[in-house]
């Protein structure tokens, strides 16, 4: 199984990215997907997470209203519109699959490596 994110990079306060999440090795629809984020010496947060047929969607706090998660089954690939960046939303942001269908307590079975997103003033 491989999880590739890409579409990280350097943005300033206020713009948008969107990030993409290319998997392999799974039958993809099957899974519900989800983005983390974890910050320079802090725990890794829940950012959002899909369900397998992309109905269901679930965010965390700090990014409802801001960012938007989607998935094309058709492509395997999961993405995370980021749109209202703010300075604290600088992180590496992994993507998750995950056999089970809860969005909650989101708990990831494979992980990707990780795309760094730096938002500067």
């Known amino acids: 199984v491989q999880l590739v994110e890409s579409g990280g990079g350097l943005v300033q306060a206020g713009g948008s990215l969107r990030l993409s999440c290319a998997a392999s090795?799974?039958?993809?629809?099957?899974?519900?997907m989800a983005w983390f984020r974890q910050a320079p010496g802090k725990e890794r947060e829940f950012v959002a997470a899909i369900s397998f047929n992309g109905l269901g969607t679930y965010y965390g706090d700090s990014v409802k209203g801001r960012f938007t998660i989607s998935r094309d089954n058709a492509k395997n690939t999961v993405y995370l519109q980021m749109n209202s960046l703010k300075l604290e939303d600088t992180a590496v942001y992994y993507c998750?699959?995950?056999?089970?269908?809860?969005?909650?307590?989101?708990?990831?079975?494979?992980w990707g490596q990780g795309t760094q997103v730096t938002v500067s003033s």
């Open positions: 998750a699959a995950s056999w089970s269908p809860a969005l909650r307590d989101y708990s990831g079975h494979y």
């Open positions: 090795g799974l039958a993809f629809s099957s899974y519900s």
